[in-house]
């Protein structure tokens, strides 16, 4: 039977995964990806970055993520498939486009287990340190990275991430629900507390709300970690391969999930503001005055609530900053290991990294996941510097998502949408406008290195595609924009004004050249990104080529595990 005569019935299908998550695994499976080590350090690097204007940062950035969440919401709930968003643009622009997307989706996944075990170690240095008997330094706050006792300690950390994914989803579910009940419910504790040692003259400090200028307020969304915060809401995405009645409850856990992260993020940062004690503050340098030994500064809401006199919580804080990074890292783990095998569906990594247990854990994409998680310990060896990579290769995924979605409206006008993204026609094209512009504001000095990270990822598909015969064709001409949207945003960032600490100046240390003034440069990225957009619309795959795709993974002919199921799904 032709796949186009049957478009509103045929979907990808995984092999191997069973469906054991309900809509509340759903959406705590996201949950805990967005309450993570970013709750623990957000407010503090926002404000130092953009002084109390931080408030607009993370209201700003909840607005573009918001965006995103639905166009994600729209496309789980079309196609619900273990990687998603390592899928989506495979089935919309072929496998050019879907290998890169797909690279971008694995490595933001493969790097945030390392982020959350740094904050781990920066915290947890509170409790081996002159406080305790133990008298180890896992953490040097001077020079804010990671010592070789911490080091060791974050190898057994996402050992324990690996260990405890080889559950069963049934009893990893259960896990990880008690640990997000626990990630959301001291975040409020958190804030309640804090709204009580309010001081309204701290939205001054500094001199004004907005002593370092508006380009601060976008420099911090990446720089300060403010948009790693947000990055998660799309795990229900990735396990839509083993969520029950998926076209229903994966887009009310994606849309549920990221609307309850922006109410307590940014009640987080206007607590934050207002309770550090304002002698804190006061002097001209502001929020940049605070001394790196302080403690706010070392384990800031832990820091802020025993100034603050509630020594009880900053306790139960120091505990949960254990609890929060420990949940985040163990859902990127489980995450990484399917878009992993998502890769393997579209034969982009070998077939073995869709080889799964007799759990359904997809054993050898977990396994590689956890090693190659240990190579990025290495060369970011901080909780800060780590994060503007992730920040960037998570918009460079996430730009994929609006593309996708407006090639799927033109292709598949038919299709079954159980949510449907009001606005499509123009929130697309925004949603990809503000991935554009978040890699622009994350720096050059990121970008660059991003840009070696896709190098390498090319060259290591590249060379298993090479050599494997039953590769899907590739779609050369759905690809063309895509070399030139990578290539013109390094471009522009290069001669942009943002650095990886944030907006070049004189002094600051920084490989962009600043030539384009600030305003020109957020609107030469918009109206390059409209460009790439109405390109890659109009060259995508013809419905018949896009339905091919799909129907190849709703039963690859030539993998005996998909023919197996198959059949024991018809019998």
């Not at 049957?6 to 191997?16: C, L, S, Y």
């Not at 290998?99 to 971008?104: M, P, R, V």
């Not at 759990?359 to 190579?375: C, D, E, M, Y």
């Not at 990809?432 to 598909?461: N, P, Q, R």
Request: aromatic share 14%; charged share 10%; hydrophobic share 55%.
């Amino acid at each position: 039977m032709a796949a186009e005569s049957v478009a509103t019935e045929i979907r990808p299908a995984d092999v191997g995964l069973k469906r054991e998550m309900g809509l509340i695994g759903a959406m705590w499976a996201s949950e805990t990806s967005l309450i993570g080590s970013g709750w623990l350090f957000g407010s503090l690097y926002a404000v130092q970055v953009a002084g109390s204007a931080a408030l607009l940062a993370w209201v700003f950035a909840g607005i573009i993520v918001v965006v995103l969440a639905l166009v994600h919401a729209e496309l789980g709930g079309m196609y619900p498939v273990a990687g998603g968003t390592a899928r989506f643009p495979h089935f919309a622009f072929g496998s050019i486009a879907g290998a890169s997307f797909g690279f971008f989706s694995w490595l933001q996944a493969v790097c945030v287990a390392p982020i959350e075990c740094f904050a781990v170690m920066q915290y947890g240095q509170y409790w081996f340190g002159p406080h305790s008997i133990w008298q180890i330094t896992i953490y040097n706050a001077t020079t804010k990275v990671t010592t070789g006792t911490g080091f060791i300690f974050t190898i057994i950390l996402m050992a324990i991430f690996t260990a405890i994914n080889f559950l069963a989803m049934r009893l990893f579910n259960k896990v990880n629900a008690a640990i997000t009940w626990w990630k959301v419910a001291i975040p409020v504790l958190a804030i309640i507390l804090l709204f009580t040692k309010f001081h309204t003259s701290n939205f001054t400090a500094g001199g004004s709300f907005m002593p370092y200028g508006l380009q601060s307020v976008f420099s911090a969304m990446p720089v300060a970690g403010v948009v790693f915060a947000y990055l998660g809401f799309e795990q229900a995405d990735q396990l839509a391969g083993e969520i029950k009645d998926p076209q229903r409850n994966l887009p009310r856990a994606v849309i549920g999930a990221i609307a309850i992260a922006v109410v307590i993020y940014c009640l987080l940062q206007l607590v934050f503001i207002g309770a550090v004690p304002h002698s804190e503050v006061a002097s001209s340098k502001g929020w940049m005055g605070l001394a790196a030994t302080n403690p706010i500064v070392i384990g800031p809401f832990a820091g802020l609530t025993a100034v603050a006199g509630f020594v009880w919580v900053a306790n139960i804080l120091r505990a949960d900053a254990f609890i929060s990074p420990f949940g985040t890292g163990l859902m990127y783990q489980t995450s990484t290991s399917r878009v992993g095998y998502g890769l393997a569906r579209n034969r982009y990594y070998p077939p073995i990294f869709r080889w799964t247990d007799k759990n359904g854990v997809p054993w050898f994409s977990l396994l590689t996941a956890f090693l190659l998680g240990l190579v990025f310990l290495l060369p970011f060896p901080s909780w800060k510097t780590l994060v503007g990579l992730v920040t960037s290769a998570s918009v460079l995924m996430y730009a994929g998502a609006p593309l996708s979605l407006s090639a799927f409206r033109k292709q598949v006008p038919d299709a079954d949408r159980p949510y449907r993204m009001p606005w499509a026609v123009w929130l697309s094209p925004l949603a990809f406008v503000f991935a554009c512009e978040i890699i622009y504001w994350s720096g050059f000095d990121t970008v660059w290195k991003l840009g070696i990270c896709v190098v390498v990822g090319y060259i290591l598909i590249g060379s298993w595609m090479a050599f494997d015969k039953k590769r899907p064709p590739l779609d050369w001409k759905s690809a063309q924009w895509l070399p030139i949207f990578l290539i013109g945003m390094g471009i522009i960032s290069w001669q942009g004004r943002y650095c990886s600490s944030g907006p070049a100046g004189p002094g600051a240390s920084c490989s962009a050249t600043n030539r384009i003034p600030f305003w020109y440069d957020m609107g030469v990225v918009a109206v390059f990104a409209l460009i790439i957009f109405f390109w890659a619309q109009a060259v995508r795959l013809p419905r018949k080529d896009m339905l091919d795709l799909v129907e190849r993974q709703s039963l690859d002919e030539h993998d005996p595990d998909a023919a197996a199921a198959e059949a024991a799904a018809a019998g």
